[in-house]
């Protein structure tokens, strides 16, 4: 028996020239074109598929079955090629998360505290230390905090003491109340009174401001950490008891304190308290002037505060202080001029 082939068939004797094509498709656009020619809807399988419809019984039962396995080889070597172009770039993108362990690593770049940062957290730990709280209060304050519950009323020419930065905002609930950026951190006393009930021993860092020309020794914003002792029977004695501890603490056992008189309206009697000048130990010089750098300002609570905030000035006794963190921070550091700290040179800054 002969049998005709209908020249379709001929595909089934064609498979190693389509193969070939099939190699030859190295990218997705030939390759879908491949697919689309021999295994499409209307690609050359299917077209030969219908042909088997035309042929006689006994052709069909001959090469059905060839037609059939011609079509799995080639879906098996489309299926084959397919995964063979998504390989390399499988093979580029785990190339590309490959973490050579040999390289040598990138230095990893610290940061650090700002040395006032520090200084601050040092003072409120010698104080800590000495079994006083923490607290903080706004950087933009009522005028009533800042100069009146103080006793500096206003028009009093100690608020000349405080050149103050005054925001352009006054409480429409309360005539007058004016607001300002606090012009030391001697409002949360106030603050602090008003709310608590003595025994009072807390320090209050935090940022001040003043309108001010800058020297070496002045800043128009700087720090401050503010102190304050209130309980029955608090004397003089305590007060010098208290910052002496904090300047050894601070600065060592051999740096020498001096206290002297002075003025501010919300203690009596006040003082300031100074260290003798690193640079000159003492001698004087453009740094210091006189060989003392003062770092604070202390005193006595006077009884017009305690009475301001409904505390009986009779009953109770306190002292209070205001230290300068910038100072602490240039004696224990030596350095010669507070505008360093804030003029953001990495070369200074890393030096902590
Ligand atoms: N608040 C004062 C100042 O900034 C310092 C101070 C605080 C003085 C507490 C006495 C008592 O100058």
């Known amino acids: ?31 879908e074109a491949w697919r689309v020619k021999y295994l499409g809807r209307r690609g050359r399988l299917s077209q030969l598929t219908q042909q088997l419809g035309s042929l006689s019984l006994e052709q069909r039962r001959a090469f059905g079955p060839l037609v059939n396995d011609a079509k799995r080889t080639l879906e098996d070597l489309f299926a084959a090629a397919q995964r063979a172009l998504q390989e390399p770039k499988a093979a580029r993108e785990s190339a590309a998360h490959h973490l050579d362990v040999t390289l040598p690593g990138k230095p990893v770049t610290l940061g650090r505290l700002h040395p006032i940062t520090q200084t601050v957290r040092e003072i409120c730990a010698a104080f800590q230390g000495m079994g006083f709280d923490v607290a903080e ?32 905002w006054t409480d429409p609930n309360e005539e007058g109340r004016r607001m300002l950026l606090r012009t030391h951190t001697s409002p949360m006393q106030g603050r602090i ?9 807390v320090v209050v860092p935090g940022k001040v401001f003043r309108h001010e020309a800058t020297d070496a020794r002045h800043e128009w914003h700087f720090f401050q950490v503010e102190g304050l002792a209130v309980d029955r029977g608090i004397t003089f004695a305590d007060l010098k008891g208290t910052l002496y501890e904090f300047a050894r603490r601070i600065f060592g056992a051999d740096r020498r304190v001096r206290f002297r008189c002075d003025y501010f309206p919300f203690v009596e009697p006040g003082v300031e308290m100074a260290i003798d000048c690193f640079l000159c130990k003492g001698e004087g010089c453009s740094l210091c002037g006189d060989g003392w750098i003062e770092i604070m300002g202390a005193g006595m609570v006077h009884p017009n505060v305690f009475s301001a905030v409904g505390y009986d ?28 700290f804030y003029a953001n040179d990495l070369r200074f800054l890393r030096q902590f």
């Open 1 to 31: 028996m002969t049998m005709q082939l209908p020249p379709d068939i001929s595909l089934v004797s064609e498979l190693h020239a389509i193969e070939a094509e099939l190699a030859a498709a190295t990218n997705a656009t030939a390759l």
């Open 137 to 168: 209060g706004p950087e933009v304050e009522w005028e009533r905090y800042n100069f009146d519950l103080l006793n500096i009323p206003r028009d009093h020419p100690a608020r000349d003491m405080w050149d103050t930065l005054w925001i352009n």
């Open 313 to 340: 000035p009779e009953e109770y006794t306190g002292f209070a202080f205001g230290i300068g963190a910038e100072r602490v921070a240039m004696l224990k550091h030596g350095i010669d001029d507070i505008r360093r």
């Open 193 to 201: 009174m008003e709310q608590a009930k003595p025994p009072i021993r």
